[in-house]
């Protein structure tokens, strides 16, 4: 079930794939260095000037996809998502989580950097809630019941520091209809037992006409 917007089918998924990741590394280290960077103002005001331009050429080369249109890169449903502000390996935003099923459920590794900051040095709380939201996620598509969260409570034990590798698990604890419960932690990977971050979701499994209703793009095959 998927209905790409269809770029370059001349070229492999994995090629095409790994041009999405390529440049999505170099958008992740213009961000973090951008972010931190001390350089006086005429040399941001430079590198403005020259990042319109990049902009220009790529918005020159190609159409850009329409919102909601299904990348050519992706999966859905399904756990690839080339531009998932969490796992997305062509997203500037992400950081990106890598996901693998383990542990009862799934297990994310990532480290955040500056582009995640809320407390100096520590995590915004809202991007810790993303990650278990996602991660949570994912456990649904594992245990074959992919949904959309409902209801997601979290608990920050202490906070999550920056340039740190992070452990993210998370587990479906029961399922009752179309309602799918869930449970994660945000860790430091030195200390997987120790959760810095708790959370617990709802997910609701969607019915086809809903599905068909809110992903219109989305043909069954
Ligand atoms: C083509 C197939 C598509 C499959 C879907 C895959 C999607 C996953 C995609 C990629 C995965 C990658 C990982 C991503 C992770 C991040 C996930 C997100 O960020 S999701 C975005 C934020 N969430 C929303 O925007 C939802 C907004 N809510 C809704 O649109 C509706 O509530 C919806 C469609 C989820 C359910 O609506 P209704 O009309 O189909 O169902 P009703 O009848 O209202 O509820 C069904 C059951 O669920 C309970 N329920 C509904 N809302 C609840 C709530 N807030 N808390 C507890 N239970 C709730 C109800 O009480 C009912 O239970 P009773 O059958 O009566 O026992």
Same mark, same amino acid.
């Given at each position: 079930m998927n209905a790409p917007s269809s770029t370059a089918p001349e070229l492999s998924l994995a090629s095409r794939r790994a041009a999405v990741t390529a440049l999505g590394r170099e958008l992740r280290a213009l961000t973090e260095a951008a972010l931190a960077t001390t350089a006086p103002p005429e040399a941001l005001h430079d590198l403005a000037d020259t990042l319109r331009d990049l902009t220009a050429?790529?918005?020159?080369?190609?159409?850009?996809?329409?919102?909601?249109?299904?990348?050519?890169?992706?999966?859905?449903?399904?756990?690839?998502?080339?531009?998932?502000?969490?796992?997305?390996? @062509?997203? !500037? $935003?992400?950081?990106?989580? &890598? %996901? +693998?099923?383990? =542990? *009862?459920?799934? #297990?994310?590794?990532?480290?955040?950097?500056?582009?995640?900051?809320?407390?100096?040095?520590?995590?915004?709380?809202?991007?810790?809630?993303?990650?278990?939201?996602?991660?949570?996620?994912?456990?649904c598509i594992a245990a074959g019941r992919p949904g959309m969260t409902?209801?997601?409570?979290?608990?920050?034990?202490?906070?999550?520091?920056? @340039?740190? !590798? $992070?452990?993210?698990?998370? &587990? %479906? +604890?029961?399922? =009752? *209809?179309?309602? #799918?419960?869930?449970?994660g932690t945000v860790s430091a990977a030195h200390d997987p037992d120790t959760a810095l971050v708790s959370g617990e979701a709802v997910f609701v499994t969607l019915d086809p006409a809903r599905a068909r209703a809110l992903f219109p793009q989305v043909r069954g095959d």
């Open positions: 050429r790529l918005t020159e080369a190609a159409p850009r996809r329409p919102l909601g249109d299904v990348p050519d890169v992706d999966e859905f449903p399904g756990a690839v998502r080339m531009f998932s502000p969490v796992i997305g390996e @062509g997203s !500037p $935003l992400a950081p990106p989580v &890598r %996901v +693998t099923q383990g =542990d *009862g459920g799934v #297990v994310g590794l990532c480290t955040l950097g500056v582009a995640h900051e809320g407390p100096p040095g520590y995590a915004h709380g809202g991007f810790s809630a993303m990650l278990l939201d996602e991660l949570m996620g994912h456990a409902t209801g997601l409570t979290t608990r920050y034990h202490r906070p999550v520091p920056l @340039g740190t !590798p $992070l452990r993210i698990h998370a &587990r %479906v +604890t029961d399922t =009752d *209809g179309r309602k #799918v419960h869930v449970s």
